[in-house]
């Protein structure tokens, strides 16, 4: 785990010079492996839908693509690491579909909410999988942490179920402070 600024840069540095990974292609990478997931649901919904089994033939020849593919980002697939990768691929894919589907609705504050979970839950990929935060480090406390935060920075302002949504939202907590780390990353990385 990351833990100060010197730390991050030096694992910025090391990434850099020792050419380990190519982050762009790494994005693209995982962006193919969400749709590959994504089609092994799809053919194993198609089979119960129709029992034709050539479909179970399909699904499982994309999943072997999958797992090959897999092989290039998760370095170090200890654990449960290879398995909580894929569902957060799966996961960022449904979520950003469910976003698209209510940009089109209109909805755009849910919209934006399922975008920006979606992309807390790349950032949690990515950090996993540059090693930047331990799996053991993930806290569940970070709602907690949030509205300690928010009130924090309203000491002044009194604070009631009235005027508490006009408060705007700072994102404080593991995902904020992950998706930080990660776009610092990303952006060094670069071409």
């Known amino acids: 785990m990351i833990k100060n600024s010197d730390e991050l840069a030096k694992k910025i540095n090391d990434l850099k010079s020792d050419n380990k990974y190519d982050l762009a292609q790494g994005e693209d990478l995982s962006i193919a492996i969400m749709n590959l997931v994504s089609l092994e649901e799809h053919f194993f919904f198609t089979y119960q839908k129709t029992k034709e089994e050539q479909y179970l033939d399909m699904l499982n020849e994309i999943r072997l693509i999958r797992t090959e593919l897999m092989k290039d980002i998760v370095k170090n697939p200890g654990g449960e690491v290879w398995c909580i990768s894929k569902h957060l691929l799966a996961t960022v894919m449904r979520l950003n579909e469910v976003g698209t589907k209510q940009l089109k609705q209109q ?32 806290k569940k406390d970070v709602d907690l942490e949030n509205e300690v935060n928010l009130i924090d920075d309203h000491k002044e302002a009194e604070i009631t179920k009235e005027n508490i949504k006009n408060i705007p939202q700072k994102r404080t907590g593991l995902f904020a402070k992950i998706g930080d780390l990660v776009q610092k990353v990303i952006d060094c990385c670069k071409e």
């Open 107 to 138: 909805e755009i504050a849910n919209a934006k909410d399922s975008f920006q979970k979606a992309y807390d839950l790349y950032s949690l990929f990515w950090a996993l999988n540059l090693e930047v935060v331990n799996i053991t480090d993930v």
